[in-house]
């Protein structure tokens, strides 16, 4: 008979002073980045000073890394600024996403042209955290984000474009429509997209002006058709059908504006002539 041994190794639980220690002094960077991991979910404010000099000096990317993402979970405002410091000049990629995350969830007035300017990094991913940040933030982000509409690097006018259709807020409706023109079509899909977002019915007349051009790409009209199936205005109807009537067969764009149809049919049918009276059926 073998009698198997089970071996359960203890927990090895730090207190908070000796994870300091291992932050400040150990020679492993595996034992100062688990500090730094550690510090941020136990949420004593005390390790925010030296959280943030590891932000700073430490040497590993790693461990900055980590000194980021507690100082965003401890959400002190002292940490601000070393975090923007971080987002504009850390050389490490992770580091930069890691402290546009943190500035997001600190927000504030003052996080704002930092990471509006972040989304010119020359990495995708820093610009599309620092724009998520941009929109966990709010409404503090709408006119820096309006402004960074004219930028002359592409991304971040698809960045800001995004970013103002997700936050809601209606004036920007306007500088959006601008952006149906521009000459990339990456810019076009996203302002297509966010018009339909902020149920903007002042870009209905627009918005079916890319749908009949039939000189623009197939993916900004279909995004367009889609936006006018969200908004619901009747106007919509006669182009949405002629566009469908055409089309020897439904492809992408036509199956988008067919959707769009019965959208806008099922939230207007009192209102189009010639709708049967469901309410005169019943009676």
Request: aromatic share 2%.
């Amino acid at each position: 008979m073998t009698i198997k041994s089970i071996n359960r190794k203890k927990k090895n639980e730090k207190t908070f002073e000796e994870l300091i220690h291992d932050l400040k002094n150990s020679n492993s960077e595996k034992v100062r980045y688990n500090a730094a991991r550690v510090l941020g979910e136990m949420g004593n404010s005390e390790a925010v000073e030296p959280l943030i000099e590891a932000l700073k000096y430490d040497k590993n990317g790693s461990v900055r890394l980590y000194a980021a993402r507690a100082l965003g979970e401890l959400g002190d405002i002292s940490a601000t600024q070393p975090l923007i410091d971080s987002l504009s000049e850390d050389r490490n990629v992770d580091v930069r996403v890691r402290a546009a995350r943190a500035l997001g969830r600190l927000g504030g007035e003052e996080v704002v042209i930092p990471l509006v300017e972040s989304l010119n990094d020359e990495n995708s991913q820093v610009c599309v955290t620092a724009t998520d940040a941009l929109i966990e933030i709010g409404d503090i982000a709408v006119d820096a984000l309006i402004s960074s509409l004219h930028h002359s690097k592409i991304n971040v006018r698809c960045d800001a474009t995004r970013a103002l259709g997700e936050l809601g807020d209606t004036k920007a409706v306007e500088h959006i429509i601008v952006m149906l023109k521009d000459e990339w079509v990456n810019v076009r899909i996203y302002a297509v997209t966010s018009l339909g977002k902020l149920g903007a019915i002042e870009a209905v007349p627009a918005l079916i002006d890319v749908l009949q051009d039939t000189q623009e790409n197939e993916l900004v009209r279909a995004g367009a058709a889609a936006a006018l199936g969200v908004i619901r205005d009747q106007r919509a109807l006669l182009p949405l059908r002629e566009l469908i009537m055409r089309a020897e067969e439904l492809g992408e764009l036509e199956d988008t504006a067919l959707k769009a149809f019965k959208k806008i049919m099922a939230a207007n049918w009192q209102n189009v002539p010639g709708a049967i009276n469901k309410k005169a059926l019943t009676k």
